[in-house]
Nanobody, 124 residues
Framework: QVQLVESGGGLVQAGGSLRLSCTAS????????MAWFRQAPGKDREFVAA????????NYAESVKGRFTISRDNAKNTVSLQMNSLKPEDTAVYYC?????????????????WGQGTQVTVSS
């Protein structure tokens, strides 16, 4: 069982930056693929970024490429999402997700564990 706790959300103006963090429980964090998803009101949950256990494989949604960076620190059981050049359309609840595999797909139903979410609001 893995428990995930996100932090770092908030309100920021368009063009600004935020850094989200997700801390995981457990002693085998490096064996888990990690991802960030987001969900805006009235919309489906959307893939944002993913990173493999060792950090060597990273995937991004087209809408965030070049603006967001996913990283992880296996010694601290954390995965982070650095978000730059934020846009109002990035407004959503952001969720951290984990799966016990080195493969990191972009489909939400393939992830076994989820955090409670953190709100990101980008004002225009």
């Amino acid at each position: 069982q893995v428990q995930l706790v996100e932090s770092g959300g908030g309100l920021v103006q368009a063009g600004g930056s935020l850094r989200l963090s997700c801390t995981a429980s457990g002693r085998t964090f490096s064996t888990y693929g990690m991802a960030w998803f987001r969900q805006a009101p009235g919309k489906d949950r959307e893939f944002v970024a993913a990173i493999s256990g060792g950090g060597g494989n990273r995937n991004y949604a087209e809408s965030v490429k070049g603006r967001f960076t996913i990283s992880r620190d296996n010694a601290k059981n954390t995965v982070s999402l650095q978000m730059n050049s934020l846009k109002p359309e990035d407004t959503a609840v952001y969720y951290c997700a984990a799966r016990p595999s080195s493969v990191v797909p972009s489909t939400f139903y393939e992830y076994n564990y989820w955090g409670q979410g953190t709100q990101v609001t980008v004002s225009s």
